[in-house]
């Protein structure tokens, strides 16, 4: 028992049975007042021991883990990686000096979680503004390398399956294992929809800006795609409307690569592209084939592409093989976006591309591309030879 209860406990014996009494006897009264008044200190002293204990008692520790759920960590919510290439590139176009060069290019990918159905992706890169190439070629005594925005754009995914897209995208269509319809450092602008998983029907639409002039006087594409796949086989099918394109010069620095133009340097021809595309896997061979048509042009309007590939260059000591033999013609398809290595990113040539890849070691890597072409079909044919050899370091 306390000190404070024992005291208690001896004022209410006294003054319980004395209480009947007290009335009107002064000493009794004066006996229960500092009765009274004996209490009253005991509570204080309560009051300030429970003070004092609540002072010194010990502070609640938040565990690590539940810190941790409470507050998000950046890290948890924005990945970033990259990759360096280091480029031997060599051009024996005939009727020219040979151009031997050293090239490298840097990439920077950094992909930030806005909550758990949308992606903001940029990419930083070398380059600078040409949308056909990422490389930097080593010269100018050392000057220094421009870094430009290479990607940028929201993902959002509403539902499984269906993303909308918006930004300077990634291609919005499918491509083949070796594709040089399209230039694969050419990234589009505008808005894309795709529906579909990795396997199965899959559809997209989009929506591209490709000069903007003020108002409403400004080339655009409309585009759609309808395709299937599964670890067999794959075929799918687009058709690319190009709108204000005919009559004006969109391309970059006004160089449409072979595309007919007039004496202004403007687009003879509209651009209505049908491309159909497929393949099929035999024994780890993978057969392709690409086909496109501009059914704007009243000739040189066809493309087309035949090739392989055997082998994934991933693991330490995995490699890869492939060639593919393309054709086409002068209006087939738009120069701006076509492949700047393959016939030195010209339309109107036919042509092979030899490729081999062997993996060194964990995210090293290096490739070899060989182009044997013909060029310039229409106006002055002669050989075109480039040999392409890369080394690519991941992190």
Partial sequence: MTRQALIRAVAAAVVFPLSAQAQGN??????KAQVAALNQKIVEMEAREAAQAKATAPVAQVAPDAKAATTPNWSDRVSVNGDFRYRFDGTDDEGREYVGLQRLRARLFVDGKVNDTTNVVVQLGTGGPNPRSQDATLSEDGASKDVTLRQAYVNWRPVQDLAITAGKLPTPWALNPLDFFQDSDYYPEGIAVRYGAATGFHASGYWL????RGGDDETSML???LGY???LFFANVAYQDF????????CFSGN???????LGGNLVNDYNLLQVRGGVTLAGINLFASWAQNGEADDEDTAYSLGFTYGKVKDPGSWSVG???QDVAKDALYGGMLDGTFAGGRTAHDGYVLSGGYAFSKNWSGS???FINEVDKTVSPHDYDRYQFDLLWKF
């Fill in 256 to 262: 449409c690569n072979g595309n007919t133009v007039d």
């Fill in 26 to 31: 002064p000493e009794l009264e004066e006996l």
């Fill in 323 to 325: 060639a593919l033999y």
């Fill in 243 to 250: 709108q204000k394109i005919q009559g004006y010069n969109p």
């Fill in 368 to 370: 070899l591309l060989w």
């Fill in 209 to 212: 800006q490709i000069a903007e």
């Fill in 229 to 231: 796949a599964n670890d």
């Fill in 223 to 225: 585009g759609t795609q």
